[in-house]
């Protein structure tokens, strides 16, 4: 039985792009659900490789503007770096926003649905600044 009050947070991999976008990349499986379903908000975008294991990656929304296309593909190329795809040439990543990212009843730790996704084309890689 867990010991009451709050949750521990998630260990993640943060990351600040440039225009003051940041990019939290999740560690474990536990870290990727909880990033996924309690710390990302609802505008937050969210990514992950298609078909191959790898970190949840959350791109936190502003209220001051929208990313732009280059800071999608960012976000993406982290999700792509984070994952066993690596060291592939350009990988799939799916993208959409946190509010269409569900666990499935029953599904493993780590596990999410996601609806409304678009797909970017990145190669792998992290900003030259790592935050945390």
């Known amino acids: 039985m867990n010991p009451p009050g ?15 976008w940041t990019v939290l990349a999740g560690r474990t499986d536990a870290d990727n659900e909880m990033l996924s379903l309690t710390v990302a908000g609802p505008k937050d975008w969210w990514f992950h490789v298609r078909g191959v294991p790898g970190s ?9 503007r929208e990313p732009g296309p280059e800071v999608l593909k960012q976000a993406a190329a982290i999700a792509a770096y984070h994952s ?3 060291h592939g040439g350009k990988v799939a990543v799916a993208c959409t926003r946190a ?7 029953g599904a493993p730790t780590g596990t999410v649905a996601i609806k409304r996704e678009r797909i970017l084309k990145v190669r792998p890689g992290i900003p030259a600044a790592e935050v945390s």
């Open 56 to 64: 949840h990656v959350i791109l936190r929304s502003r209220e001051d």
């Open 99 to 105: 509010c269409f990212v569900s666990k499935p009843r």
């Open 6 to 20: 709050p949750k521990p947070s998630p260990k993640v991999y943060a990351y600040q792009l440039p225009g003051n």
């Open 84 to 86: 066993k795809a690596r």
